[in-house]
């Protein structure tokens, strides 16, 4: 199983709610797009920031920053505004191609997601029209490429 599907079924058998964005989900909707990190959205909810935390350090992945999901929930504006924090990311020590960001600033809470069966078993990845949206507000030009890739394949 790859380490996309390992982050997936984990987040899936812990209930979090959370959906692939960022280069992963561009190339799942059918836009060539090369990443070697994972980007996840999540409801933004306590509970689910806990329990996506614990998946992931059950797969031997430690946040980057010494903070833990009571403190990003409690403090994410201010993360935003004054750290510039847009990610919170893990990654494995002994392995630096797994890694996930999990993404502060959007709130899957409301939004449309695609669940796409893959070999390695299913990936939930947000809707285009929604990760089209996402991409848009962020500004990035790698964002700006994905949304011209996801709209060509419209």
């Known amino acids: 199983m790859s ?3 390992d982050v997936c079924a984990g987040l899936t058998q812990a209930r ?7 280069g992963h989900a561009v190339a799942l909707h059918g836009a060539v797009r090369g990443t070697v990190d994972i980007d996840i959205v999540v409801n933004w909810r306590l509970n689910q920031l806990r329990a996506t935390q614990k ?15 009571d403190e ?8 935003v505004r004054n750290r510039n924090l847009i990610g919170w990311n893990f990654y494995h020590p ?5 890694q ?8 899957l809470t409301g ?14 990845i947000l809707n285009v029209k929604e990760l089209i ?17 996801l709209e060509r394949l419209r």
């Open 3 to 5: 380490f996309l599907n």
């Open 16 to 22: 979090v709610r959370y959906a692939v964005v960022g």
């Open 55 to 69: 998946v992931l350090n059950r797969m031997g992945l430690v946040s980057r920053l010494p903070i833990d999901a």
């Open 72 to 79: 990003v929930f409690n403090f994410r504006d201010e993360y």
């Open 94 to 98: 002994d392995d630096p191609t797994q």
């Open 100 to 107: 996930v960001d999990i993404v502060i600033t959007y709130d």
């Open 111 to 124: 939004k449309k997601t695609n669940r796409i069966d893959t070999t390695a078993g299913p990936v939930t």
């Open 133 to 149: 949206e996402m991409k848009r507000e962020s500004g990035r030009p790698q964002d700006h490429a994905d949304v011209d890739a």
